[in-house]
């Protein structure tokens, strides 16, 4: 008699421990993005991107990026000042980060005086022609994908997740590393259409800077084109006080040395 | 003669590409960055077009560009005004016109915040508003129309003025305001490097072209000026646009008898909207061109008053491929007065003008290639302007550009159709540094 309630019981403690686990990967996704993405209020960095192609010829990628946080997880606004190559010196990117759909972009060009506005709906192409995608700059929402956790050790949560827009993305699914003590992805693999391993983004060093770990040195390889690159993050700076109209027009023409130098 | 100083310059650009580091210049131990590019230029004509200076080329020249930013200190109240000096500065050796040596300035202006409100930009630079692409409703700022054909970059499409621009900062929305004291009219084809149709010859002419234009004095009443109201409500922008000047080409017969035309007075009031629809970015522009000593339409020397409207629609399809579109449509007011006070002479326009342009853009090997074509399409006159091009970032410093202006056009007296003769292939290669 007692047999079958307790089998029930057990059924449903074993019920209610999965549907916990597939929460918890969520969870530790959306805690991972908030760590990456949204430390400080507001933040700054100069960030230099080497991109190494098949034939190990080099180009060099520096720019200056400011981001503020609307809201934690949620909108965010960024501005990236060129600097080199010296065809897009001056040039600045301006980007207001609405999770969920398209972002709204701006294009400086000084030669021409020219605020333009970007049609961009596709984040899954590359930033400035590196192996990073702009998602992989700007940060894709954890509630674009269904997290599951594939394997668990005492140092990283293993997680696989599924894109709930598949053809949206070039990828059928990925598969996170995220660090325990930080919460941090330490690689993140990315499977092509075939399934087959097509791109691995890794973090070679991480800071800890006023408090929130940082990653400083990102290497993304696309395993396809047998290219890669290194993206370095230096003079990292978290809560400096970014006003909010940094992120309009007048500043597009006018970079705002106060906050950049 | 010439052709030899082309290959060996050629050939040198080449090497210096190749084989060059990149490095930085500064001037002084410490100082400020100074940044620029040597870049040769060629194009070649498609039709042996004898009217024009040279038969087989309309564009030969190398080019030496240097720019620099620098933070003025002194006085104190440029410091605490957060100062910019611009500088760039351009040498271009012109092989067309018997290798003459052209010094200008593309920039030379000072930038000031006066208050936390305020941003007063004064000195020659290039003003640019609107949200047409290569269509200009309300940006009656000057363009350089024989650049744009011949194939230099579209650096060049627009020319420096000097002037003034006050921009002023409200809560919700902020306004420009710009005083251009000296008269910068566009540059457009007189038959040196682009035949076209002469009203005079009444045909297509090019260097034996003798028409003289009267330019407006360079007096304070004779400045132009230019504002613009804005915002931005949840990322749509919208403005509202005033022109008061002249005619930017002109447009006007100043004496008939002896082939002179002019600039005639011109006020332009207008409005944009650009925001995000239908997952790309659409925008919409409206102008009225107000022709003040014609407002009646019975001065058959005159343009009229116009109005104008723009539509456009860009898209980003993936794979580091776009497409945009757009239509123009304009409409000649009191055509019945134009079309009554006619001399039997006089080309016919129509009321209404409809264009239709297409840019489309490919991205490869790593953002490396860029290709694309814009091509401009009048359903009302039949003609047709084609812009392609190929541009290849060999190194982070030496890039390699080819293109060609293809036009075609039944009548000689359309806008595109009048450069057929034009047609032109070229190549551009510059090391930057």
């Known amino acids: 008699m007692r047999k079958p309630v307790l089998l029930g019981a057990l059924f449903v403690a074993g019920g209610i421990a ?10 530790v996704m959306k805690k991972s993005n908030i760590q990456n993405y949204y430390s400080g209020n507001d933040g700054r960095a100069k960030v230099e991107m080497s991109i190494t192609d ?82 992989d700059v700007s940060g894709r929402s954890p509630d674009e994908d269904t997290h599951e956790i594939q394997d668990e050790d005492e140092d990283f949560y293993i997680i696989k997740s599924t894109p709930k827009d598949p053809k949206n993305v070039e990828f059928s699914y990925f598969v ?56 370095d993050f230096t003079e990292v700076k978290y809560d400096i006080g970014l006003p909010d109209d940094i992120f309009t027009e007048r500043y597009l023409r006018r970079p705002p040395r106060k906050w950049l130098d | ?79 605490d005004w957060n100062a910019e000096l611009n500088i760039k500065a351009e040498l271009t050796l012109d092989e067309y016109f018997d290798t003459t040596l052209d010094k200008t300035f593309r920039e030379f202006s000072l930038s000031v915040s006066p208050a936390s409100f305020m941003d007063v930009k004064l000195g020659k630079q290039i003003f640019t508003w609107g949200t047409g692409d290569y269509l200009f409703i309300n940006d009656l700022f000057p363009k350089d129309y024989v650049s744009f054909f011949i194939g230099r970059n579209d650096e060049y499409l627009k020319k420096p003025s000097y002037g003034t621009k006050a921009s002023i900062y409200l809560k919700n929305s902020n306004i420009d305001l710009v005083y251009l004291p000296f008269v910068e009219s ?16 009444q045909g297509i002419v090019g260097a034996s072209s003798s028409f003289s234009v009267h330019r407006p004095d360079r007096t304070l ?16 922008e919208w403005a509202f646009y005033f022109y008061d000047g002249f005619y930017k080409s002109p447009r006007g017969f100043y004496d008939e008898m002896n082939k002179v035309v002019f600039y005639p007075r011109l006020s332009v009031y207008g409005a944009s909207l650009r925001g995000a629809i239908f997952r790309g970015i659409g925008s919409v522009e409206f102008g009225y061109y107000d022709s003040r000593k014609d407002r009646s339409g019975t001065n058959r020397l005159i343009p ?31 055509y019945n007065n134009y079309y009554d006070a006619r001399m039997p002479w006089d080309i016919i326009y129509d009321r209404y003008y409809h264009l239709s342009t297409l840019r489309l853009t490919k991205l490869f090997k790593n953002q490396t290639v860029r290709t694309g074509l814009f091509v401009f399409y009048s359903e009302t006159d039949r003609d047709t302007y084609w812009r392609p091009y190929v541009s290849w970032d060999v190194t982070d410093n030496f890039n390699v550009t080819v293109g060609a202006n293809l036009i075609w056009g039944k009548r000689d007296t359309s806008e595109f159709g009048q450069m057929e003769q034009d047609k032109n292939v070229y190549l551009r290669m510059r090391w930057s540094f």
């Open chain 2, 186 to 201: 566009n540059t457009v084809p007189n038959g040196t490097r682009l035949s076209f149709y002469d009203v005079f010859q």
């Open chain 2, 221 to 236: 009443g004779n400045a132009e000026y230019a504002a613009r109201w804005y915002g931005n409500v949840s990322g749509y």
């Open chain 1, 54 to 135: 098949s034939q190990g010829r080099q180009r060099k990628r520096i720019f200056d990026i400011l981001r503020k946080n609307l809201e934690k997880g949620g909108e965010q606004r960024f501005y990236v000042y060129f600097k080199e190559p010296t065809d897009v010196e001056g040039m600045v990117y301006m980007v207001w980060k609405h999770p969920g759909k398209d972002d709204d972009r701006w294009l400086y060009m000084p030669a021409l005086d020219l605020v333009k506005r970007i049609a961009a709906s596709d984040k899954r192409s590359s930033f400035v022609g590196s192996d990073f995608v702009y998602e």
């Open chain 2, 1 to 79: 003669m010439v052709k030899k100083q082309l290959f060996v310059i050629v050939v040198l650009s080449l090497c210096v590409g190749l084989f060059s580091k990149a490095y930085a210049f500064r001037l002084g131990k410490n100082g400020p960055r100074v940044y620029g590019f040597i870049e040769t230029d060629f194009g070649v004509k498609f039709d042996h077009d004898e009217d024009t200076k040279h038969t087989h080329y309309n564009l030969a020249e190398q080019k030496l560009q240097l720019k620099t930013r620098l933070f003025p200190e002194n006085p104190a109240f440029l410091y």
């Open chain 1, 176 to 231: 996170s590393y995220i660090s325990k003590e930080n919460f941090l992805p330490m690689k993140i693999e990315y499977y092509n259409k075939e399934e087959v391993l097509s791109r691995i983004i890794e973090t070679m060093d991480v800071k800890e800077i006023q408090g929130h770990p940082t990653i400083v040195d990102y290497r993304a390889k696309n395993l396809e084109t047998g290219s890669e690159t290194l993206m």
């Open chain 2, 304 to 334: 009229n008053d116009r109005v104008k409207f723009l539509v456009g629609y860009e898209k980003d399809l993936g794979h580091d491929f776009s497409i945009g579109v757009q239509h123009l449509f304009e409409q000649m007011l009191n």
């Open chain 1, 18 to 27: 999965s549907v916990a686990c597939a929460m918890d990967a969520t969870e």
